[in-house]
Nanobody
Framework: EVQLQASGGGLVQAGGSLRLSCAAS????????MGWFRQAPGKEREGVSC????????YYADSVKGRFTISSDPAKKTVYLQMNNLKPEDTAVYYC?????????????????????WGKGTLVTVSS
């Protein structure tokens, strides 16, 4: 059974930084995609960023490009999302997600509900 454990959310002022972590267990393949979605109050869940284990290729939503950086530790099956220059509009519940194997396009995986496995969300609040 795949399990995803996310951590690192919190309250930060605009312009500040946070780092989210997501540790996975139960993967049966070494080829996978892991990433982050977020859902703000009253809005649809949106894909934020993901990374593919086979080639390290990364995806970022336009709204976070240049501010967020995704990275991974394959040995630990853990992904990180470094969020810099946070804005109030980044306030949301952030969800870690994963899918195996990871050979489809990022547009497939980054659809709302595009990944099979989901962790519990972690709240990020950015104050103005």
């Amino acid at each position: 059974e795949v399990q995803l454990q996310a951590s690192g959310g919190g309250l930060v002022q605009a312009g500040g930084s946070l780092r989210l972590s997501c540790a996975a267990s139960g993967f049966t393949y070494d080829d996978y995609v892991m990433g982050w979605f977020r859902q703000a109050p009253g809005k649809e869940r949106e894909g934020v960023s993901c990374i593919r284990s086979s080639d390290g290729d990364e995806y970022y939503a336009d709204s976070v490009k240049g501010r967020f950086t995704i990275s991974s530790d394959p040995a630990k099956k853990t992904v990180y999302l470094q969020m810099n220059n946070l804005k109030p509009e980044d306030t949301a519940v952030y969800y870690c997600a994963a899918d195996l194997p990871g050979y489809y396009s990022f547009s497939y995986y980054m659809r709302p509900g595009g990944m099979e496995h989901w962790g519990k969300g972690t709240l990020v609040t950015v104050s103005s």
